[in-house]
């Protein structure tokens, strides 16, 4: 008993100085949404997070149809915007954090790659793309069957026609078709962000 109690104040003297040392419960939050969003995906966070007393900015560099742009496209809005809150404000001036959601992960990161006078500190991504995905506990066929259409939204039917493909497709043939797509149509990735993220 004796021994427990002792090693139960070390770890909690650790893990108090080690908080102290790195306390960024009060940074502020920038958020990205994802694609086909707005700032208005950031209400639930903005709400539990102000009530810790922290400040959440939500991005509106390019909202709603203007996300189905190109991340080449998308990059220098989200810095410039960055750029232009943290310099009206010091409240940003010992860092911040990123949340990313979706879409907003590749370009997040890629905002910390272009800013070479960023502060993020803390970098969180929710289901981003290239950090792996869960799709649910359905099968391919459910899922295929409520995401076809919506992967049907992000690219003109001329350019890609995700609806020719079945769920059978999905990880075979269209993957194989649309990286295809990618390459022999090089300029496609300055049209949508669907041909920068896949």
């Known amino acids: 008993m004796f021994c427990r109690r002792v090693l139960f104040t070390l770890f909690s003297t650790a893990f108090a100085a080690t908080s102290a040392a790195t306390d960024?419960?009060?940074l502020p939050v920038f958020f990205f949404h994802g694609v086909r969003g707005n700032h208005t995906n950031a209400e639930n966070f903005a709400a539990n997070l102000t009530a810790e007393g922290r400040t959440v900015v939500a991005?509106?560099?390019?909202?709603m149809?203007?996300?189905l742009e190109a991340l080449t496209l998308q990059v220098p809005k989200a810095v410039a915007q960055i750029r232009e809150i943290v310099s009206n404000s010091s409240e940003f001036?010992?860092?911040y954090i990123f949340l990313a959601h979706s879409q907003g992960g590749p370009i997040s990161r890629a905002v910390i790659e272009e800013m070479d006078d960023h502060k993020v500190k803390r970098y969180i991504s929710m289901a981003g793309l290239q950090n792996g995905q869960f799709i649910g506990p359905d099968k391919v066929?459910?899922?295929i069957a409520n995401d076809g259409p919506f992967l049907a939204t992000l690219v003109p039917e001329t350019m890609f026609n995700y609806s020719a493909y079945g769920p059978e497709d999905y990880y075979g043939r269209m993957q194989?078709?649309?990286v295809i797509y990618s390459i022999e149509n090089p300029e496609a990735q300055y049209t949508y962000s669907q041909f920068n993220v896949n």
């Open 141 to 143: 066929e459910l899922s």
């Open 176 to 178: 194989k078709d649309y």
């Open 24 to 26: 960024f419960s009060k």
């Open 65 to 67: 149809p203007c996300s």
């Open 59 to 63: 991005l509106t560099f390019c909202e």
């Open 93 to 95: 001036d010992d860092g």
